[in-house]
Antibody, heavy 117, light 107 residues
Framework: QVQLQESGPGLVKPSQTVSLSCTVS??????????WTWIRQPAGKGLEWIGR???????NYNFSLTSRVTISLDASKNQFSLTLSSVTAADTAVYYC?????????WGQGTLVTVSS | EVVLTQSPATLSLSPGERATLSCRAS??????LVWYQQKPGQAPRLLIN???NRATGIPARFSGSGSGTDFTLTISTLEPEDFALYYC?????????FGGGTKVEIK
């Protein structure tokens, strides 16, 4: 059974950079044709797809965030990561990692990132 | 990007009743429509892929239909655990986008 678990700082100051990690268990992150995805959800609002990375390291980002987002993969740790720069209050959300290219079958529990001074 | 509009925003029903949720796309997305269920404090759970294919372990009371721009998620007989938020998502066009959600609440 594949499981995903996000980790991150929780609180970030405006204009700073936040880095989140997603640890995958129950399977190798670089096996098969899987993609690994980040999705976020502001409190009380809907879901926004952030970007994805393939097992081989190919990335795609939402054009609304592409200038501030980097997704990377560390196969040695079976992890993939999200870096979001120049954060503002609008980036406050629960961040989920998930498996999938077009649809998402396994999700982490989510980690809350609050942007506040 | 493709905009998905879900209706109604809230559906108030009793256990045992039938729930019909709608998702309309701003342009044709063929059958590339996905449904998720989300409960408070939990991650979304994949229910239906490609408009009508139930995901592994999803009960048969959940069914999806539609193609093009109009899609429906039907819960044939509501169980207590089905009261939740439901999202549709399209995977036809980049980037993947989600609808605003329909809350199914106990009447």
């Amino acid at each position: 059974q594949v499981q995903l678990q996000e980790s991150g700082p929780g609180l970030v100051k405006p204009s700073q950079t936040v880095s989140l990690s997603c640890t995958v268990s129950g399977g190798s992150i670089n096996s098969g044709n899987y993609y690994w995805t980040w999705i976020r959800q502001p409190a009380g609002k809907g879901l926004e797809w952030i970007g994805r990375i393939s097992a081989s390291g190919s990335t795609n980002y939402n054009f609304s965030l592409t200038s501030r987002v980097t997704i990377s993969l560390d196969a040695s740790k079976n992890q993939f990561s999200l870096t979001l720069s120049s954060v503002t209050a609008a980036d406050t959300a629960v961040y989920y990692c998930a498996r999938g290219y077009g649809h998402f079958d396994y999700w982490g529990q989510g980690t809350l990132v609050t942007v506040s001074s | 990007e493709v905009v998905l509009t879900q209706s109604p925003a809230t559906l108030s029903l009793s256990p045992g009743e039938r729930a019909t949720l709608s998702c309309r796309a701003s342009q044709s997305i063929s059958s590339y429509l996905v449904w998720y269920q989300q409960k408070p404090g939990q991650a979304p759970r994949l229910l239906i892929n490609d408009a009508s294919n139930r995901a592994t372990g999803i009960p048969a009371r959940f069914s999806g239909s539609g193609s093009g721009t109009d899609f429906t998620l039907t819960i044939s007989t509501l169980e207590p655990e089905d009261f939740a938020l439901y999202y549709c998502q399209q995977r036809s066009d980049w980037p993947p986008t989600f609808g605003g959600g329909t809350k199914v609440e106990i009447k």
